[in-house]
């Protein structure tokens, strides 16, 4: 091998990680709950949309704020306001499944947020919300770091 070849070799490998390392950290800049105020479903008692001038990273999701009040009350307690299972449709986790949930579809159950599909499912959820919660609770350690089109 020859020293250009060689040089050409090393510099599509470093180009090749480099893109991949990029495409990890946009894939981390993606908006969790679709951009809306994670805290405003606690405070406004309605979901309102972020703005990219307050966000916060937790756990590798990035979330927006319409504020810096919101932003901050995130902050001192994240759990307290990331929809349950990481925003995916709750319905959906208490079958297996991992469906991305409509930000204006939602209820809060004692403290938490929980995120559902779309209308009809939500429907579906409240009908036996206490145990569609059981049902996902025990099933979000087998699926959450499963990618959604393998379920």
Request: glycine letters at 8%.
């Amino acid at each position: 091998m020859t020293f250009k070849s060689a040089f050409l070799t090393l510099a599509l490998a470093i180009s090749t990680l480099a893109g991949q390392a990029m495409a990890a950290d946009y894939a981390h800049s993606v908006p969790a709950v679709q951009g809306y105020d994670v805290v405003s479903y606690h405070t406004n008692k309605r979901p309102i949309r972020g703005s990219g001038h307050f966000t916060a990273v937790h756990d590798g999701a990035t979330y927006q704020f319409a504020n810096n009040e919101n932003l901050q009350t995130f902050r001192a307690n994240p759990e307290k306001y990331v929809p349950a299972y990481n925003g995916f449709c709750a319905f959906g986790v208490s079958v297996g499944k991992k469906f991305i949930g409509d930000p204006e579809v939602w209820r809060i159950v004692d403290g938490k947020t929980y995120l559902n599909l779309d209308a009809d499912i939500q429907d579906q959820w409240l009908k036996d919300t206490s145990g569609r919660i059981e049902s996902a609770d025990k099933k979000w350690s087998q699926i959450k770091d499963k990618n959604p089109a393998s379920l």
